[in-house]
């Protein structure tokens, strides 16, 4: 099986109130680097590469203007979406059928990440049940198969799309898209596999994770960066660092 190629995402956005940096980066890859010990690849997509001291790629211009339809305040990673564009993943020199995985930055990878990836399938998300009660996939964990969901990009409407995944009560930007377009059909991770939410499942002060947690994602308004987040949780500092 070829190596797998985990991407991370840094771009400037005025509007979020995260200010993402190259330590965050570095961090992230330090942390998969201890935990993924099978052979794997490590590629920031940015616009902002000074400072990041892994590989890099320059961060398209598509779909950055378009807001976030849950909140004009609230992140918008439409520009994500290319990464299903095949001509796109070529060009970072991923061979189709190849296994992709993005992640977000906040976050914590505590334990070995391998068995997370390795699995022959299309599609696998970080999956979890909406407050209406649909499957959806959170954007901060997600694996494909290079070139084998062009559609994913394809069908994507700047108008329409985000009008459709708001009608249907699907929270968020790509992760809504992505909710949309699978409707809970394809696998997911969740707590039995390791995979957690600080906020949801966590945020306990002084408090250890659960003992099969692999990554815990700060999918929230705290972070682990946090000097607060980190002196409340020392847990954290153990595991977030270069």
């Not at 339809?69 to 299903?84: K, N, W």
């Not at 084998?148 to 699907?170: H, M, R, V």
């Not at 377009?181 to 995979?195: A, E, H, N, T």
Request: hydrophobic share 35%.
């Amino acid at each position: 099986m070829a190596p797998v190629t985990h991407v991370c995402w840094k771009w400037h956005s005025p509007t979020y109130r995260v200010r993402f940096t190259p330590q965050h980066v570095n961090v992230w890859a330090a942390m998969i680097r201890r935990h993924h010990k099978a052979p794997c690849r490590l590629v920031c997509i940015t616009d902002e590469p000074a400072g990041i001291k892994i590989e890099t790629f320059p961060i398209w211009k598509d779909h950055e203007r378009i807001g976030n339809p849950s909140g004009g305040v609230l992140p918008s990673c439409y520009r994500r979406l290319r990464i299903f564009d095949g001509e796109t993943t070529r060009a970072l020199g991923i061979e189709d059928g190849d296994r992709v995985v993005s992640w977000d930055l906040d976050v914590v990878v505590l334990g070995d990440v391998v068995p997370l990836f390795d699995r022959p399938d299309e599609f696998v998300g970080w999956k979890g049940i909406a407050a209406y009660g649909q499957p959806v996939y959170n954007g901060s964990l997600f694996m494909h198969r290079a070139g084998s969901l062009q559609w994913i990009w394809d069908t994507f409407d700047p108008i329409e799309s985000p009008k459709a995944t708001k009608g249907a009560k699907y929270y968020g930007s790509d992760q809504a898209w992505l909710s949309y377009c699978f409707k809970g059909s394809r696998p997911g991770w969740d707590v039995q596999d390791g995979v957690y939410s600080f906020a949801r499942d966590c945020y306990r002060p002084r408090a250890e994770p659960a003992e099969n947690a692999r990554v815990v994602f700060f999918n929230g308004k705290r972070k682990p960066w946090e000097h607060f987040t980190q002196l409340t949780t020392p847990w954290i500092s153990r595991h977030w660092r270069a």
